[in-house]
């Protein structure tokens, strides 16, 4: 009688260990931890993307990918990545973070670690200030603390109120702690259209003494940007901190965006509707705006609304 009984336990006792690992396994399986199985940049996929579907931004793509790269590769950064996106709405920013946030956590958008804050969206109200400068606090430390490889989209930095940019303003220095916490790896990304116009009139006289956007050089645009822009006195709170304070690692600009760039947004959306028909593309590229208005040689909206124009075909 005696054998059974072990052989019973001891089939018991693997029974539950094997339950045990199981659900450890599976508990692993579920839980985003903030390790590198979790968080890696994955450079060729971001180089990939930005190539493939980031249409029209040398510039934007080259910047951000040695930005990235080189931040990420540091094991001790001295100070958290900091880099402001400009240029005119559909020209792809919020898409190049996107691009990013998907190279770099395995959850992609989902990620716990990944946060996006839009001006009017979560801090619409000028009498909550305080609140939201409180929780934007609280919620920046809370998250940095969970994981260091944090990332903070703040979208419509030209919309935010003084008192939030004051309050994000110390997670961005150079120092080892603030309140205890280390920020030095995580990643804050700011969007703007500030410098905008500037960067569509340049790249717009690039193309009308025909040359080509691509021998649009970034220190051009960045001399541009900080003589003409940042030295204009109305300009706004968000540029005079940006100038006064030296958070900002890089100056980003996006271009305007040209027929053929609307022409490959078009196509990468119906392609993602499982459609190929080049004269749907053409068709819905030309049913866009462009300016000026008898050259006709760059998109008003960038590539804004192409996803609700294929609706309408379909
Ligand atoms: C992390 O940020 C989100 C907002 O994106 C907030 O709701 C949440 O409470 C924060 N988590 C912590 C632990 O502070
Ligand atoms: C492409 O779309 C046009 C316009 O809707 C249609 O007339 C044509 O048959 C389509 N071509 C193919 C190959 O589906």
């Known amino acids: 009688m005696a054998m059974p009984i072990s052989g019973f336990i001891i089939a018991t006792l693997v029974a ?40 029209g931004q040398h510039i934007a793509s080259e910047v951000i990918l040695k930005a990235v790269k080189g931040s990420l590769s540091t094991p001790n950064p001295k100070k958290p990545l900091t880099m402001s996106l400009h240029g005119y709405s559909g020209t792809g920013k919020n898409f190049a973070s996107q691009l990013l946030a998907q190279n770099l956590y395995k959850n992609g958008l989902t990620s716990q670690y990944y946060h996006v804050f839009t001006a009017t969206l979560h801090f619409p109200h000028v009498q909550l200030i305080d609140q939201y400068q409180n929780d934007l606090r609280k919620w920046i430390r809370g998250n940095v603390t969970l994981c260091p490889r944090s990332m903070f989209i703040f979208d419509e930095m030209d919309k935010m109120h003084p008192g939030l940019i004051n309050a994000i303003k110390p997670f961005l220095d150079y120092t080892n702690e603030v309140d205890k916490v280390d920020y030095r790896k995580a990643i804050f990304i700011f969007l703007s259209n500030t410098g905008g116009d500037k960067i569509n009139e340049l ?19 960045e001399e541009e940007l900080s003589m003409t822009v940042f030295n204009n006195s109305n300009s706004g709170f968000w540029q005079t901190t940006l100038i ?22 078009v196509r990468a959306e119906l392609k993602s509707r499982g459609v190929t028909n080049e ?31 294929v609706n309408l075909y379909f």
């Open 16 to 55: 539950l260990v094997g339950v045990y690992m199981g659900m450890s396994i599976y508990s692993n399986y579920n839980c985003e931890c903030c390790d590198n199985k979790r968080i890696s940049l994955d450079v060729k996929g971001l180089e990939e993307d930005f190539k493939s579907r980031l249409f």
């Open 203 to 221: 790249t717009l006289s690039f193309l009308m003494s025909g040359k080509k956007r691509e021998s649009i050089k970034l220190s051009e645009l």
């Open 244 to 265: 006064q304070t030296n958070l900002i690692d890089h100056f980003i600009p996006f271009l305007p965006l040209e027929f053929e760039h609307v022409m490959s947004c």
């Open 279 to 309: 004269s749907i593309v053409a068709t819905i590229a030309s049913s866009m705006v462009y300016y000026p208005k008898e050259e006709k040689l760059l998109s008003v909206k960038g590539c804004k609304t192409v996803a609700s124009k």
